[in-house]
């Protein structure tokens, strides 16, 4: 649940620390030039505006260029602001964290995932966070190999054999919450997966807004969508607990069961809510970020044939490999070294996420200024060996709260690319439509493709 906002989009990493100003403390400091703006609007309609149009990176960029600096603060959703930009920005607030800062988000997306401010830092919720983080590691998830490739299979089958064109991004984020409702809670029932994905669309749109709780406005909406969704997981967990007490269901057959199996070291499981609270921010982090990507995949291959051509091969050799009937393992994935360096170039150049937040723990000074407590060539091949400098890429965050979900996001990639391009080459219907950004990076259009599938061999 970490948009590439920086002087220059795709080399930079937006990161933003929020400032509880304390007058009394930083009267005399100096802090970073920028303006607040109006109050609780602040500069956020300048933010969003930007990626409506399709140049997010300018809301960055041009206040680079008018202070002089790649530190500024500013007021985006309701809260004051500083904006690190670059790789010293990165490394600076990366390895700093628990110590001069810590995770932060806008009060929208505690108001709408239903948390206070402290309760990312008890306890409990960092028992539930290493739950998580362990269940959704590399070794957790190779045993779901085979189940991705099974409901991907079914939804290219559904949605995309047999058309002539197909709109992307839509199918895109249909195919992420196909696939996260089957390996969080084992769903398989169109109609409820359904009922679920139908009010997520609002809840992201809520979360980076205006935080004006009023009838109509896009926070409102986000609350009463991410009420109506944490109501049907409580039905689905509590049915879950029931199952589980009758061995009607495996304790390990999905996340739901693990959570509702597992304690923590001093033999406390975890309440319904919260694992209701789990599950939704699991949903929403893994919907439209990870379609996001999936989209800018298509579009990238659409327009570099010799990058597509690459990966082509690269998928062939795997699927001419498998038996007819045998499913993608482990080292299938990690014979897609090219196609994933592919989809790291794609995030360089088109980051969906809106950045993250950080919270200053302490008055600290970077590059001079006092920080208030609280507060595009496309080359994959830049991802061969180590890789790009350490800070210089960072999609899924860094330092202790890097995005625990980096591998489940890896695989569903790797998945979709894999039936993709062994199924159908594609050209764009529009072949100027820009990418914008509400919030999250998608095509204007929701990218309309042709499809070219290929000759049975």
Request: net charge positive.
């Amino acid at each position: 649940m970490e948009i590439l906002y920086a002087s220059l989009l795709g080399f930079f990493l937006l990161l933003v620390i929020y400032l509880f100003y304390n007058h009394k403390s930083s009267e005399n400091a100096s802090l970073p030039p920028g303006k607040i703006g109006f109050p609780v609007i602040g500069e956020t309609l300048e933010f969003l505006y930007a990626g409506w149009k399709g140049h997010s990176e300018k809301f960055i960029s041009d206040r680079i260029a008018k202070y002089s600096s790649n530190v500024f603060k500013t007021s985006l959703f309701g809260s004051p602001f500083v904006v690190f930009c670059g790789v010293n920005g990165h490394r600076f607030l990366f390895s700093n964290e628990n110590k001069l800062v810590r995770v932060w988000f806008p009060r929208s997306i505690h108001t709408i995932f239903l948390q206070s401010t402290e309760t990312f830092s008890t306890e409990e919720a960092i028992n539930g966070r290493k739950l998580i983080r362990n269940l959704i590691k590399p070794v957790g998830l190779q045993s779901h190999i085979g189940l991705m490739d099974t409901v991907a299979h079914c939804y290219f089958a559904t949605y995309w054999e047999n058309k002539d064109m197909v709109l992307v991004f839509p199918l895109a984020k249909h195919y992420t919450f196909l696939l996260a409702c089957r390996l969080l809670m084992s769903i398989e029932d169109p109609n409820l997966a359904a009922i679920l994905e139908k009010p997520l669309g609002f809840v992201l749109k809520g979360a980076f807004s205006v935080p004006i709780d009023l009838p109509g406005t896009p926070l409102n909406r986000a609350i009463k969508a991410s009420s109506f969704i944490q109501k049907e997981l409580l039905v689905i967990i509590r049915q879950r607990k029931i199952d589980l007490a009758k061995g009607m269901a495996s304790p390990t057959q999905d996340i739901l069961s693990h959570l509702l199996s597992t304690s923590d070291d001093n033999g406390n499981f975890m309440h319904e809510t919260d694992i209701a609270n789990k599950l939704f921010g699991l949903l929403v982090g893994s919907h439209d970020n990870i379609a996001s990507v999936c989209t800018s995949v298509v579009k990238y291959l659409a327009e570099l044939p010799e990058v597509y051509q690459g990966v082509f091969q690269e998928q062939l050799r795997i699927a001419k490999s498998k038996a007819p009937g045998e499913l993608l393992n482990w080292e299938d994935i990690q014979k897609m070294k090219y196609s994933w360096n592919v989809a790291c170039e794609v995030m360089r150049l088109e980051s969906p996420s809106p950045g993250t937040f950080r919270e200053a723990l302490t008055d600290f000074t970077y590059n001079g200024f006092s920080i208030p407590k609280g507060c595009k060539k496309f080359d994959p091949s830049r991802f061969e060996g180590s890789g790009p400098p350490p800070y210089a890429y960072a999609p899924f965050g860094g330092g202790p709260r890097m995005c625990p979900g980096k591998e489940f996001a890896r695989l569903k990639i790797l998945v979709f690319m894999h039936h993709l391009v062994k199924r159908f080459r594609w050209e764009k219907l529009i072949p100027g439509e820009k990418t914008v950004y509400t919030p999250l990076a998608n095509p204007e259009k929701g990218l309309p493709i042709r499809l070219f599938p290929h000759e049975a061999s």
